[in-house]
T-cell receptor, first 113, second 117 residues
Framework: AQSVSQHNHHVILSEAASLELGCNYSYGGTVNLFWYVQYPGQHLQLLLKYFSGDPLVKGIKGFEAEFIKSKFSFNLRKPSVQWSDTAEYFCAVNAYNFNKFYFGSGTKLNVKP | GAGVSQSPSNKVTEKGKDVELRCDPISGHTALYWYRQSLGQGLEFLIYFQGNSAPDKSGLPSDRFSAERTGGSVSTLTIQRTQQEDSAVYLC???????????????FGAGTRLSVL
């Protein structure tokens, strides 16, 4: 079975610091990759996605992620975080067009003002 | 409706009781997923409905869990004889169908927090 690992469970940063959240998956074939975010008191929502093409994808609010196939990774980055980025971030993987999506355990980001 | 609606938002029950959790997807979304999120864990796939096709039940953890989707819209997840380990947040997500289901963005409800005492 596929698995998704997010090694950072809780990250605390000051505003303007740079962010990188790790995501590794176990499936060896073609994948669709996603980052979802859950802001306090809100639903899970899509942050960005990768299907094919340029491995560096940009999402909302200045976030980007890089797909590195050789490392089975899809790390999330932001050059300068804001207090409003405080949220829980989930990486998700879909084995190419099959039904199931596999989610990581999430990373809680706390940005200090 | 504007988004995926789940009810109740919180449910406290006694061990051994049955519970029903409801999900009302976004209008027009033919695919529906149920997930379970236990404390400190990721989202665990439970079941997937796509139109009138037979559901993918491969994620249901035991035969105490079942789900149905009536009329291709509202779905109910039923847990019989609840156990303490069933305590979790149960999330529902819907998505449009089409070629390449794996590329479709999932829209999540707020979840039902189930506590089994």
């Amino acid at each position: 079975a596929q698995s998704v690992s997010q090694h950072n469970h809780h990250v605390i940063l000051s505003e303007a610091a740079s962010l990188e959240l790790g995501c590794n998956y176990s499936y060896g074939g073609t994948v669709n990759l996603f980052w979802y975010v859950q802001y306090p008191g809100q639903h899970l929502q899509l942050l960005l996605k990768y299907f094919s093409g340029d491995p560096l994808v940009k999402g909302i609010k200045g976030f980007e992620a890089e797909f590195i196939k050789s490392k089975f990774s899809f790390n999330l980055r932001k050059p300068s975080v804001q207090w409003s980025d405080t949220a829980e971030y989930f990486c998700a993987v879909n084995a190419y067009n099959f039904n199931k999506f596999y989610f990581g355990s999430g990373t809680k980001l706390n940005v200090k003002p | 409706g504007a988004g995926v609606s789940q009810s109740p938002s919180n449910k406290v029950t006694e061990k051994g009781k049955d519970v029903e959790l409801r999900c009302d997807p976004i209008s027009g979304h033919t695919a529906l997923y149920w997930y379970r999120q236990s404390l400190g864990q990721g989202l665990e796939f439970l079941i997937y409905f796509q139109g009138n096709s037979a559901p993918d039940k491969s994620g249901l953890p035991s035969d105490r869990f079942s789900a149905e989707r009536t009329g291709g819209s509202v779905s109910t997840l039923t847990i019989q004889r609840t156990q303490q380990e069933d305590s979790a947040v149960y999330l529902c997500a819907s998505t449009v169908s089409g070629a390449g289901i794996g590329k479709n963005i999932q829209y999540f409800g707020a979840g039902t927090r189930l506590s089994v005492l």
